[in-house]
């Protein structure tokens, strides 16, 4: 059974940094692009950013903030996000982009002063 587990959100003030983690098991992810999305409450989940094998490709919002990257030895990926708005506050997830399996159950990131 593949599963995602996101880790790594909490509250932060605008301009704030995170780092979030998503651990992959049932799935060796060096095969796939990964990505990132993210979804509020009532909203379509929307995409964040992807990294494929080296290549990169991010979201027009996301404006050089965050940065994603994976360690194909440990199954896992990140999302580095600094200058952090309210406007990102959301329930982040991670999946594969080529070949999408089953929702974790995300990490909460609020930004607010």
């Known amino acids: 059974q593949v599963q995602f587990v996101e880790s790594g959100g909490g509250l932060v003030q605008p301009g704030g940094s995170l780092r979030l983690s998503c651990e992959a098991s049932?799935?060796?992810?060096?095969?796939?692009?990964m990505a990132w999305y993210r979804q509020a409450p009532g909203n379509q989940r929307e995409f964040v950013e992807r990294?494929?094998?080296?290549?990169?490709h991010y979201a027009d919002f996301v404006k050089d903030r965050f940065t994603i990257s994976r360690d194909n030895d440990k199954n896992m990926v990140f999302l580095e996000m600094t200058r952090l708005e309210p406007e990102d506050t959301d329930v982040y997830y991670c999946?594969?982009?080529?070949?999408?399996?089953?929702w974790g159950q995300g990490t909460q990131v609020t930004v607010s002063s």
């Open positions: 049932g799935i060796s992810i060096y095969a796939f692009a």
């Open positions: 999946n594969s982009e080529t070949n999408p399996q089953s």
């Open positions: 990294v494929g094998a080296v290549a990169k």
